[in-house]
Protein backbone atom coordinates (compact mmCIF):
# COMPACT_ATOMS: atom_id res chain seq x y z
CA UNK A 1 0.00 0.00 0.00
CA UNK A 2 0.78 3.34 -1.23
CA UNK A 3 1.35 5.79 1.35
CA UNK A 4 -0.67 9.49 0.41
CA UNK A 5 2.44 12.17 -0.68
CA UNK A 6 2.04 15.57 0.47
CA UNK A 7 1.15 17.55 -2.22
CA UNK A 8 3.65 20.47 -3.73
CA UNK A 9 1.78 23.52 -3.16
CA UNK A 10 3.69 25.74 -6.21
CA UNK A 11 2.79 29.08 -5.34
CA UNK A 12 4.45 28.43 -1.87
CA UNK A 13 7.70 27.24 -3.15
CA UNK A 14 7.69 30.25 -5.73
CA UNK A 15 7.66 32.62 -2.68
CA UNK A 16 10.55 30.66 -0.89
CA UNK A 17 12.30 30.74 -4.26
CA UNK A 18 11.62 34.68 -4.67
CA UNK A 19 13.09 35.51 -1.41
CA UNK A 20 16.30 33.55 -1.53
CA UNK A 21 16.45 35.60 -5.06
CA UNK A 22 16.14 39.06 -3.63
CA UNK A 23 18.24 38.08 -0.82
CA UNK A 24 21.01 37.07 -3.19
CA UNK A 25 20.38 40.44 -5.18
CA UNK A 26 20.60 42.67 -1.70
CA UNK A 27 23.39 41.11 -0.35
CA UNK A 28 25.56 41.39 -3.80
CA UNK A 29 24.50 44.91 -4.17
CA UNK A 30 25.54 46.24 -0.53
CA UNK A 31 28.75 44.04 -0.61
CA UNK A 32 30.12 44.97 -3.90
CA UNK A 33 29.05 48.42 -3.69
CA UNK A 34 31.36 48.32 -0.80
CA UNK A 35 34.46 47.33 -2.51
CA UNK A 36 33.33 49.83 -5.43
CA UNK A 37 34.18 52.05 -2.77
CA UNK A 38 37.17 50.74 -1.72
CA UNK A 39 38.26 50.72 -4.93
CA UNK A 40 37.32 54.62 -5.45
CA UNK A 41 38.73 56.11 -2.32
CA UNK A 42 41.60 53.92 -1.74
CA UNK A 43 40.73 53.04 1.53
CA UNK A 44 42.28 49.72 3.43
CA UNK A 45 41.08 49.77 6.57
CA UNK A 46 37.94 51.00 6.64
CA UNK A 47 35.21 52.77 4.74
CA UNK A 48 33.79 54.86 7.62
CA UNK A 49 35.07 58.32 9.66
CA UNK A 50 36.98 56.83 11.99
CA UNK A 51 37.56 59.35 14.74
CA UNK A 52 41.40 59.36 15.37
CA UNK A 53 43.29 62.28 15.81
CA UNK A 54 42.76 65.78 17.56
CA UNK A 55 44.56 68.80 18.76
CA UNK A 56 47.18 68.90 20.65
CA UNK A 57 50.03 71.17 22.17
CA UNK A 58 53.23 70.32 22.60
CA UNK A 59 56.78 70.65 22.36
CA UNK A 60 58.93 69.53 19.82
CA UNK A 61 62.96 68.25 19.83
CA UNK A 62 64.06 71.97 18.46
CA UNK A 63 62.13 73.64 21.43
CA UNK A 64 59.51 74.93 19.18
CA UNK A 65 55.77 75.11 20.16
CA UNK A 66 53.87 72.64 17.87
CA UNK A 67 49.92 72.01 17.30
CA UNK A 68 48.74 69.84 15.11
CA UNK A 69 47.59 73.12 12.81
CA UNK A 70 51.61 72.96 12.28
CA UNK A 71 51.13 70.62 9.99
CA UNK A 72 48.55 71.66 7.73
CA UNK A 73 49.99 71.59 4.64
CA UNK A 74 50.89 68.05 4.77
CA UNK A 75 50.11 64.80 5.44
CA UNK A 76 51.10 63.49 8.91
CA UNK A 77 52.62 59.74 9.89
CA UNK A 78 52.26 59.51 13.35
CA UNK A 79 53.34 57.35 16.16
CA UNK A 80 53.67 56.88 19.65
CA UNK A 81 56.49 55.45 21.46
CA UNK A 82 59.74 56.48 23.82
CA UNK A 83 63.28 56.90 23.60
CA UNK A 84 63.97 53.98 26.41
CA UNK A 85 61.71 51.20 24.59
CA UNK A 86 64.24 48.51 24.03
CA UNK A 87 63.44 47.39 20.28
CA UNK A 88 60.11 47.68 19.03
CA UNK A 89 60.44 51.61 19.19
CA UNK A 90 63.23 52.03 17.04
CA UNK A 91 62.47 49.02 14.90
CA UNK A 92 58.99 51.25 13.90
CA UNK A 93 61.19 54.40 13.67
CA UNK A 94 63.50 52.52 11.05
CA UNK A 95 60.78 51.19 9.82
CA UNK A 96 59.07 55.17 9.18
CA UNK A 97 62.84 56.34 8.40
CA UNK A 98 62.77 53.97 5.17
CA UNK A 99 59.61 54.96 4.13
CA UNK A 100 60.87 58.58 3.95
CA UNK A 101 63.73 57.59 2.23
CA UNK A 102 61.21 55.24 -0.33
CA UNK A 103 58.89 58.35 -0.75
CA UNK A 104 61.64 60.70 -2.29
CA UNK A 105 60.94 63.81 -2.72
CA UNK A 106 57.61 63.14 -1.71
CA UNK A 107 58.73 63.29 1.91
CA UNK A 108 58.33 66.29 2.05
CA UNK A 109 54.96 66.41 1.80
CA UNK A 110 55.19 64.41 5.12
CA UNK A 111 54.92 65.30 8.45
CA UNK A 112 56.41 62.36 10.48
CA UNK A 113 55.40 62.74 14.26
CA UNK A 114 57.15 60.93 16.66
CA UNK A 115 55.28 61.76 20.17
CA UNK A 116 56.68 60.21 23.69
CA UNK A 117 54.67 58.21 25.90
CA UNK A 118 57.16 58.79 28.61
CA UNK A 119 57.53 62.72 29.30
CA UNK A 120 58.92 62.28 32.32
CA UNK A 121 62.22 60.98 31.06
CA UNK A 122 61.90 61.94 27.09
CA UNK A 123 62.96 65.91 27.58
CA UNK A 124 63.43 68.21 23.63
CA UNK A 125 67.26 67.21 24.38
CA UNK A 126 66.72 63.24 25.59
CA UNK A 127 64.54 63.36 22.19
CA UNK A 128 67.13 65.67 19.91
CA UNK A 129 69.91 62.75 20.60
CA UNK A 130 67.61 60.09 19.94
CA UNK A 131 66.10 60.60 16.90
CA UNK A 132 69.70 61.64 14.97
CA UNK A 133 69.86 58.10 14.97
CA UNK A 134 66.98 58.40 11.74
CA UNK A 135 65.62 59.98 9.27
CA UNK A 136 66.18 63.42 9.96
CA UNK A 137 62.97 64.73 8.62
CA UNK A 138 61.19 62.83 11.73
CA UNK A 139 60.11 65.38 14.28
CA UNK A 140 60.15 64.19 17.83
CA UNK A 141 57.67 65.82 20.54
CA UNK A 142 57.27 65.79 24.08
CA UNK A 143 55.22 67.82 26.87
CA UNK A 144 54.04 67.58 30.07
CA UNK A 145 52.05 64.50 31.72
CA UNK A 146 48.71 66.08 30.74
CA UNK A 147 49.30 67.37 27.33
CA UNK A 148 50.81 63.82 26.12
CA UNK A 149 47.89 61.77 27.82
CA UNK A 150 45.23 64.60 26.20
CA UNK A 151 46.92 63.68 22.70
CA UNK A 152 47.67 59.96 23.51
CA UNK A 153 43.53 60.18 23.87
CA UNK A 154 42.76 61.50 20.75
CA UNK A 155 44.54 58.81 18.59
CA UNK A 156 43.18 56.15 21.35
CA UNK A 157 46.50 55.40 22.26
CA UNK A 158 47.32 52.71 25.22
CA UNK A 159 50.56 53.12 27.67
CA UNK A 160 51.07 52.51 30.67
CA UNK A 161 54.24 53.39 33.44
CA UNK A 162 54.67 50.59 35.42
CA UNK A 163 54.52 52.87 38.40
CA UNK A 164 51.60 54.77 37.31
CA UNK A 165 49.03 53.65 39.68
CA UNK A 166 50.75 54.10 42.68
CA UNK A 167 51.52 56.94 44.77
CA UNK A 168 55.03 55.63 46.28
CA UNK A 169 57.91 55.19 44.04
CA UNK A 170 61.47 54.34 45.09
CA UNK A 171 64.09 56.65 44.01
CA UNK A 172 66.49 54.05 42.27
CA UNK A 173 63.46 52.76 40.17
CA UNK A 174 62.04 55.80 39.27
CA UNK A 175 63.75 56.13 35.73
CA UNK A 176 64.10 52.82 35.30
CA UNK A 177 61.28 51.42 33.84
CA UNK A 178 59.63 49.81 30.38
CA UNK A 179 56.48 51.00 29.46
CA UNK A 180 53.37 49.11 27.97
CA UNK A 181 52.00 50.69 24.92
CA UNK A 182 49.90 49.76 21.43
CA UNK A 183 51.88 49.80 18.30
CA UNK A 184 50.23 51.80 15.72
CA UNK A 185 51.60 54.28 12.93
CA UNK A 186 48.66 56.52 11.82
CA UNK A 187 48.11 58.40 8.52
CA UNK A 188 46.57 61.19 8.71
CA UNK A 189 45.03 63.83 6.16
CA UNK A 190 46.15 67.50 6.06
CA UNK A 191 42.74 68.35 7.24
CA UNK A 192 43.83 65.93 10.39
CA UNK A 193 41.01 63.80 9.28
CA UNK A 194 42.12 59.55 10.22
CA UNK A 195 42.67 58.15 6.62
CA UNK A 196 44.33 54.42 8.02
CA UNK A 197 46.67 53.19 10.37
CA UNK A 198 49.32 50.58 9.86
CA UNK A 199 50.46 47.32 12.37
CA UNK A 200 53.72 45.78 13.20
CA UNK A 201 53.53 43.54 10.44
CA UNK A 202 53.91 46.00 7.90
CA UNK A 203 56.55 46.71 6.02
CA UNK A 204 58.35 50.09 4.45
CA UNK A 205 56.67 49.20 0.98
CA UNK A 206 53.50 48.28 2.02
CA UNK A 207 53.12 51.97 3.67
CA UNK A 208 55.28 54.13 1.12
CA UNK A 209 52.82 52.74 -1.34
CA UNK A 210 49.37 53.39 0.57
CA UNK A 211 50.95 57.34 1.31
CA UNK A 212 51.50 57.76 -2.73
CA UNK A 213 47.78 56.64 -3.07
CA UNK A 214 46.45 59.53 -0.65
CA UNK A 215 49.18 62.30 -1.95
Known amino acids: MRLN???KNPFLWAIIIGIFVVFAWFEGSIFGNIEKIKDREGISQSITEVKIGGPFNLIDHRGNSVTEKSFQDRHKLVFFGYTWCPDICPTELQ?????????GNNSKK??????TIDPRRDTQVKLANYLSHFHPEIIGLTGNEKQIATAAKAYRVYYNRPDQNTKTVSSQSSDDYIMDHSVYIYLI???????????????SDKIAQEILNHL
Open 5 to 7: QPK
Open 189 to 203: SPEDKYITHFIQSDD
Open 110 to 115: IAALFI
Open 95 to 103: IITEVLDTL
